[in-house]
């Protein structure tokens, strides 16, 4: 505690009172509640801060009533007005002083946080599991029409385990289940003729840190699901090239991977999912395009057969279900014709005048929280074929 607030040997109560609430009056982040604590401790009284402030407010109104009573000299009270506006302007100027203190500080705690978050991902880099690229045979393209596929990635969830009467997941089933989709995938492009096949991430690929309280504990667990998460991703990509297919890769923004636990205090900008996609395209740059969000990291777009496609998570309130259509036609400035979603865990499909909207299932499937509610739904992701014909497949594949 400052010296200043400090109760002197023969000062009065009162004074001591005035003293600390001048001092919290000009001093900056220094709390009334601090006020009424220095007060109560330096005085050993139990009174509420109120009681504090009352008797210090009661001096403070009295002294701007009397005081041109009592000092006449109008030399005098026109200093004394210009030492207030002095007073003023310094305090001004330690405000932004401690505010410069403050943001340089946290830059200081954020480039010791940032260091160990790349720590942990090294050694996490180090632990990553390795995949067999096995069964490997390139797709031939064949004579006839050509169609390109696009395939929906969202909700792995990794990090997150389930054990109930209706779903078994864990980061073991998580990769199997990939494995299946990356099968069912070629399987489809063979059969259609597809050559070139959009993935798009639609995000929660990890579980995060919504519900985990320690704050370093709870970053080190996502960095490691976010390896793993990358990591998966990747493989995946890089099978599907092996296979002989263009892929073309784009991905949005998500809520579990958000770096602030808290939706009121959290910057969408701010993601750990943004590490995916720094992971995967310093993998495969040569090999995968790479679709950029011009728009917003929270919303994807691309043109495919003159037809406008967007995609979006779900998860902010101006996507939801009931006025996605018009509230991304004010934001690109054209009606999209298809508008892909993940986030809520079901396949869905509806149509408004000529748009499309198709929601993906979940690849991690029904958790506990779903499964104590009753919604259930097979884990599955969806994958479309185009042709240049305005012919679109709907392909679920469940898992």
Not at 22 to 45: I, S
Not at 153 to 181: F, L, M, P, T
Not at 311 to 340: C, E, M, R
């Amino acid at each position: 505690m400052q010296n200043q607030l400090k109760k002197a040997k023969n000062e009065s109560r009162e004074h001591f009172i005035w003293r600390v609430y001048k001092y919290y009056r000009d001093t900056p982040h220094f709390t009334r509640e601090m006020a009424g604590e220095v007060c109560g401790n330096e005085l050993g009284e139990s009174y509420s801060e109120s009681t504090y402030r009352k008797v210090a407010q009661g001096f403070f109104n009295i002294w701007d009533e009397v005081k041109q009573e009592y000092i006449s000299d109008e030399g005098l009270l026109t200093q004394l007005d210009e030492l207030e506006k002095e007073h003023d302007k310094l305090y001004k100027e330690k405000v932004k002083y401690s505010d410069k203190i403050r943001e340089y500080r946290q830059l200081l705690r954020d480039d010791a946080r940032i260091d160990n978050l790349k720590e942990v991902m090294l050694e996490v880099s180090k632990k990553a599991p390795t995949h067999k690229y096995v069964g490997v045979t390139p797709i031939v393209e064949k004579e006839g029409i050509q169609r390109t596929g696009i395939l929906l990635a969202s909700d792995w969830h990794i990090g997150k385990e389930v054990d109930n009467i209706v779903n078994q997941c864990n980061y073991g089933v998580i990769v199997d289940r990939i494995n299946d989709v990356i099968a069912r995938t070629v399987e489809e492009c063979r059969r259609f003729n597809v050559t070139t096949l959009y993935v798009v991430n639609l995000g929660d690929l990890i579980e995060g840190n919504l519900r985990i309280t320690a704050r370093v504990a709870s970053e080190e667990d996502v960095i490691e699901q976010i390896m793993l998460a990358s990591n998966l991703v990747a493989y995946m990509l890089e099978m599907l090239v092996k296979h002989g297919l263009t892929v073309k890769y784009g991905s949005v923004l998500d809520n579990h991977s958000r770096a602030n636990q808290s939706w009121r205090d959290h910057i969408e900008k701010e993601s750990y999912a943004k590490l995916i996609d720094w992971y995967v395209e310093s993998h495969l740059s040569d090999d995968v395009e790479f679709i950029k969000n011009f728009i917003d990291d929270n919303i994807g777009y691309f043109q495919l057969n003159d037809k406008t496609f967007v995609y979006v998570h779900g998860h902010l309130k101006a996507h939801n279900l009931s006025n996605i259509l018009s509230n991304l036609t004010s934001v690109i400035g054209i009606k999209p014709d298809y508008v892909f979603l993940g986030h809520w865990h079901k396949v869905d499909t509806s149509e408004t005048g000529f748009s499309k909207i198709y929601t993906n299932g979940s690849l991690f499937g029904v958790d506990d929280y779903a499964f104590e509610s009753g919604f259930y739904s097979k884990p599955s992701q969806s994958m479309f074929i185009f042709d240049e014909s305005d012919t679109d497949i709907r392909i679920d594949l469940n898992l």
